[in-house]
C-alpha cells in the first residue's frame, strides 16, 4: 500500500534555503506533488513532477526526486517568512486519481 | 469560479448528536475528495468519488461516517453519531479525472464535538 512520510517540523532563518524531505513507498507512484497549506486555509498546489524525472526547477522552487530511494525534496532558496506553512508532499500511484498525502512538515521561518 | 465551497466553515455539536459537512466542487471537475487532518495523523483520505459514484471509501473510519453525492454539484459527510475523537478539521477537494490533474481544495470545516 501507499504511504509517505515527512518530518514534522523545520526551522530556518529568512533568507536561507530550506530543504524539506520525503519519502514514499509505492514504486508505481507517476507523479509526485508538493502542497503548500497557510494557516486556516485549504491545501494550494506548488509544484509537481512526473516519476520518470529527477530535477524540477520553478523560481525559488527545486523539486528532486531519487526514484531508487524512493525520496523526494523540496528546497526553496532564499526563504521569506511568507513561506512559514505546512508542506505536503504526496503520490499519485498507476493511473489511478487517489492522492496519498504525508503527514506534513511545519516550516517556521525565523528573522 | 468561486473555487471549491465548504460549510460550515466551523461546527461545535455535542457528542451523539449528527452532523452534516457540505461541499460543492468547482463546476466541470468529476472527481470530489473528502479527507479529515488531525495532529495525529495528518491527512488523511476518506473517501472520493468519480463521476458522483464511491470509488473507495477504505478511508472511512467508522459505520457512523457516511458520504454522498447526489448530483456533480454537491456532497455531503454525514457523522451520525458524533464522538470527541471525531473532532478534527475536514477538507473537501475536487479535480477533473486523468493521468496528472491538480486537486483543489476547500477551506476546510472544523469540527468540534464536545
Known amino acids: 500500500g501507499e504511504d509517505v512520510e515527512q518530518s514534522l517540523f523545520l526551522s530556518v532563518r529568512e533568507g536561507d534555503s530550506s530543504v524539506i524531505n520525503c519519502t514514499y513507498t509505492?514504486?508505481?507512484?507517476?507523479?509526485l506533488y508538493w502542497y503548500k497549506q497557510e494557516p486556516g486555509a485549504g491545501l494550494q498546489l506548488l509544484t509537481y513532477?512526473?516519476?520518470?524525472?529527477d530535477m524540477k526547477q520553478d523560481q525559488r522552487l527545486t523539486v528532486l526526486l531519487n526514484k531508487k530511494d524512493k525520496h523526494l525534496s523540496l528546497r526553496i532558496a532564499d526563504t521569506q517568512t511568507g513561506d512559514s506553512a505546512i508542506y505536503f508532499c504526496?503520490?499519485?500511484?498507476?493511473?489511478?486519481?487517489?492522492?496519498?498525502f504525508g503527514t506534513g512538515t511545519q516550516l517556521k521561518v525565523e528573522l | 469560479d468561486a473555487g471549491v465551497i465548504q460549510s460550515p466553515r466551523h461546527e461545535v455539536t455535542e457528542m451523539g448528536q449528527e452532523v452534516t459537512l457540505r461541499c460543492k466542487p468547482i463546476?466541470?471537475?468529476?472527481?470530489l475528495f473528502w479527507y479529515r487532518q488531525t495532529m495525529m495523523r495528518g491527512l488523511e483520505l476518506l473517501i472520493y468519488f468519480n463521476n458522483n459514484v464511491p470509488i473507495d471509501d477504505s478511508g472511512m473510519p467508522e459505520d457512523r461516517f457516511s458520504a454522498k453525492m447526489p448530483n456533480a454539484s454537491f456532497s455531503t459527510l454525514k457523522i451520525q453519531p458524533s464522538e470527541p475523537r471525531d473532532s478534527a478539521v475536514y477538507f473537501c477537494?475536487?479535480?477533473?479525472?486523468?493521468?496528472?490533474?491538480?486537486?483543489?481544495f476547500g477551506q476546510g470545516t472544523r469540527l468540534t464535538v464536545v
Open positions: 509505492d514504486s508505481s507512484s507517476t507523479y
Open positions: 513532477i512526473f516519476s520518470n524525472m
Open positions: 477537494a475536487s479535480s477533473f479525472t486523468g493521468v496528472n490533474t491538480e486537486a483543489f
Open positions: 463546476s466541470g471537475h468529476n472527481s
Open positions: 504526496a503520490e499519485r500511484a498507476g493511473g489511478g486519481n487517489k492522492l496519498t
